[in-house]
């Protein structure tokens, strides 16, 4: 080991035992304080005067406050210059999604447009109910029964339909 060396452990050595000394010397004036004052130490419950509550409350905001200035001369606020670019990139962003969802909800509706319409000329164009709910008792039931196709009756379709089940 160098001389240098040994001069700055011996050095870091000395340092830490006076950082001992100095917490430790700091733990016993608390302790008194805290027995001074009534309490048990190491229970943070410290007994103060009733005046010093507010004192310690205008304190804490005090500290507050200026640790808030602190960090507001902290911060870098962007040029003029660079505001408008982000600006620009937002505006454009929200546009190309403006137009990506229209497009969509265009499309889906004339899918369903599409579907609707498609329904409708598959089913038959007017239903028998819906002749006598449109026209009410003008319609002659000789008429409609004419218009609907009959099976043939033949002598399997006579018989009962519990006979066949149970066959």
Known sequence: MSK?????SKAYDEEQKKAKKTESGDAKAKIKRAEKAGSKPGDGKEAKPKGEAFKAGAGKFKKFWKDFRGELK???WPDGRTV????GIVLVT???IGILIWLLDFGLSNGVRGLRALAEHTKPSESISQ????EGAGIDL???????PLAPVTEATTEPATE???E
């Not at 240098?4 to 700055?8: A, F, L, P, R, Y």
């Open 4 to 8: 240098k060396e040994q001069d700055s």
């Open 94 to 96: 929200v546009l190309v």
């Open 74 to 76: 902290k911060i870098v």
């Open 131 to 134: 002749q006598v709910a449109d």
């Open 84 to 87: 408008l670019k982000n600006t």
């Open 164 to 166: 066949t089940a149970a």
């Open 142 to 148: 000789d008429d409609v029964a004419d218009d609907l």
